[in-house]
C-alpha cells in the first residue's frame, strides 16, 4: 500500500519535471528562473496541507487518545516544517535574481516566516518532553492553537504590509495565467502533497514501530 | 457556583503570594528601570527618532516583562508539589486557569501602567487624547498575551529547558498581537481616534476571543496526569 | 464491610523510557485495612503509589478505586482520595489557614471556618493558624498537609513516607489519627522504606522489589525483626 504510494508520487514527480521543463512556457521577462515556481508554490501549498492535517489529526487525538492520530500530526509537523523551510529557500533562490534580494518582509514572505517559526516550536516542544503521552497531549494543544492563528497571522501581516504580487491561483475573478502555467502547476502540486502523504506515511508507520518496541 | 468559587480562590492565592512576596514584582519593576536605560542608550537624545520608534519600543517593554512574569506563574506550583494538587482537584480544570489569567492580567496591567508612567517622565510623551484609546488596546492586547501565555506557561512548567521554550513558543503564536498592537499604538500617538484603528481593535478582539475559548477548552488536557 | 476491594491494582507495568519500574504488580485493598508497602529506593514504591493517586498512567494492566478505574475515570477517583505525597502542598507566603481554605475550596469543599480551625486543632497547629508556612518546619509542613487530608475525609488514603520529619509526639498522635480513619471505614496505603511506625498500623504488609510483590503477607503477630528478615530474603532474592 506504502510501496504503491511511493511509485506513484515518483511519478508524478516525474510527470511534474517534465511539465514544469517541457510543457510550461519560458517566461518573457523572468526567463528560465521562473519555473522554480513550480517547485516553489507547491511545496508552501503542500505545508499548509500538512499544517491542517496536523490540526485535526491533533483534535482526534484529543478526543480518542489515539496514538496513530498523534503519529499523524508529528509526521506532518515534521514534513511542514522541512516543505516550508524549503519553499522559503527556493523563494529567496527565486527572489535574487527577480527581486535583486534574498528576502523582502512583505505579507507573505512574513507570514510564511512565522508559520515556519511557530511549527519549528512545536518540534521543539515534542523533542523536550520524555512522556510520549504527554509530548502528545501537550502538541495537540500546540497544534490546535497554532492551526486557528494561522488566519490571524496572515491578516495582521497583510494589513501590517503588502508589496507581494497577489496569489497567482487563488484569488478574487479566478485564475488569470494561461492553462499552459496552470496545468504544469496543478501537476506538481499534486505531486507533492502525494509526496507528503507518502513522507506521513512512513514516519506514521516508524513512530508506531518505535512506540511498540520500548512498550 | 464552586467553578467561580475555584476560579476566584486561584487568583486570591496567587496575588496573596505575590502581595506578600513580591518576588515577580520587584524584579519587573527593577527590569523595567533597566530597559529604560538601554533604550535611552540605543535611541539617543534624537525626539523625532523616539517618537517613531516609541509604540514599538513601548510593546517591547510589555512583552518583555510579559515573557518574564508569565513565565514564573506556575513556578509557584512547583515548590511543594502543589502542581499535583491542582491536578487531582476534582471537577473542571478551566476554573483554575481562569483563575491563573485573572491574577497575571492584574499583575501585568500593573507593570505596564507603571512601564507607561515612566516613558511618560523620561520620553516625555504627551498621551493626552490618546490615553482612552491606548488603555483600550493595552487591555485587549495584554489579554491576549496573557491568554496564551497563561497555557503556554502550564504547558512548559515541566518541560526541559523551561526558559529557552516558553518565549520561543509564545511570540510567533503572539505575532498577530504585537503587530495590531503597536500599529494601533503608533497611529493613536500621532492624535488619530479610536475609530482610525478600528480594524486592528477587532484583529485583537478576534484574537482575545480565539485564545481564551481554545485555552479554557483545552486546559483540562494540559493539567492531566 | 464490603468484601469486595476498595483499591484493585491488577498486573501494573510502568515504564520509563526504556527502564520498567514496575514490571507486573498486584494488590489488592479493602475498606477498613491499611497496607504497608515496603521497598527499597527506586524499587517503584512511589511510582506505584502515583498511579493509584490518578497521577501516572500505567502503561499496561490496571487499577480500580471503588470501581472505577484510575487510568479511565480519574475524575470518578479522585474525590474519593487523600494523598499525602512527597511535597507538602503548601505555598510558603499563605499562612496555615489560607492554605487549607484555599486547597479545600479548589477541592470542591465548603471551607467553613469552623471546620479549619477545629482540623488545625487536629494536628497541633492552632497557635501558628495564622502564620506564614514559610516559618513553618518541615514536620509542621506535614501536619498540615495532613490536616488538609483530614479535612476532606477520603475514603482512600495515600501516603509517601507518612512518619517522616515527624516527632514522637506527632507520630503517636498520627497513629492515632490513621487508626482512627481505618475504623472509619477508610482504606489505607503507606510507602516506606524504613521499619517505622507505620508497621503499628498496617494489617499487612507487602514488599515491592524487581517491579512485582515479592512478598505479601498479613503483618499478624510479626515483630519488628521478623519483617526486617523477611524483608531482607523478599528484597534481594528478587534485585
Known sequence: MVKTLGWLTAAALAAGLVMAFGVAPREVTQGNVQRIMYVHVPLILASYVAFVVLAVASLVYLVRRDPAADGVAHASGEVGVMFVGLGIATGSIWGKPTWGTWWTWDARLTSVAILFVMYLGYLLLRGTIDDPERAARYCAVLGIVAALDIPLVHFSVYWWRTLHQPPSLMKPGGFTGSSSILWPLLVNLLAFILLYVYFVARRARLLRAQAEAIA | ?225 | MSVEPVVRIIGVRKVFGLVAVLDSVSLDIRAGEAVALLGANGAGKTTLLKILATLLRPTRGAATIAGHDVARAPEAVRPLLGVVAHGAWVYDDLTARENLRFWATVGGLDAYADDLTVALAGVGLERVADARVRTFSAGMKRRLSLARVMLARPRVLLLDEPFAGLDQRARKWLEGRLEAMKAAGAALLMVTHSFGRELGIADRLAVLAGGRIALDTARGTLGPDDVQRLYAAHAEESA
Open chain 2, 1 to 225: 457556583m464552586s467553578y467561580a468559587r475555584r476560579a476566584l480562590a486561584v487568583a486570591w492565592k496567587d496575588l496573596a503570594v505575590e502581595r506578600r512576596s513580591k518576588e515577580t514584582l520587584n524584579a519587573l519593576v527593577f527590569f523595567s528601570l533597566l530597559l529604560l536605560f538601554v533604550f535611552q542608550f540605543t535611541l539617543g537624545g534624537d525626539r523625532e527618532r523616539l517618537a517613531a520608534v516609541l509604540p514599538g519600543v513601548l510593546w517591547l517593554g510589555f512583552v518583555l516583562s510579559a515573557l518574564l512574569a508569565l513565565g514564573r506563574t506556575f513556578l509557584v506550583e512547583r515548590e511543594h508539589d502543589c502542581w499535583e494538587g491542582l491536578l487531582l482537584a476534582p471537577g473542571d480544570k478551566s476554573a483554575i486557569y481562569l483563575g491563573k489569567l485573572a491574577g497575571n492580567l492584574a499583575l501585568m496591567l500593573v507593570v505596564e501602567a507603571l512601564v507607561l508612567g515612566l516613558f511618560v517622565v523620561f520620553f516625555d510623551i504627551d498621551l493626552g487624547r490618546a490615553l482612552p484609546g491606548l488603555l483600550v488596546v493595552v487591555l485587549l492586547g495584554t489579554l491576549g498575551l496573557a491568554a496564551v501565555g497563561t497555557l503556554f506557561a502550564a504547558m512548559t512548567a515541566n518541560v526541559r529547558a523551561r526558559e529557552l521554550l516558553f518565549p520561543v513558543l509564545l511570540l510567533p503564536v503572539q505575532i498577530p498581537v504585537l503587530l495590531a498592537t503597536v500599529k494601533a499604538t503608533e497611529a493613536l500617538l500621532l492624535g488619530e481616534p479610536l475609530g482610525a484603528v478600528g480594524h486592528w481593535v477587532k484583529l485583537l478582539l478576534a484574537a482575545d476571543v480565539v485564545y481564551v475559548v481554545v485555552s479554557l477548552l483545552t486546559f483540562d488536557v494540559v493539567l492531566e496526569a
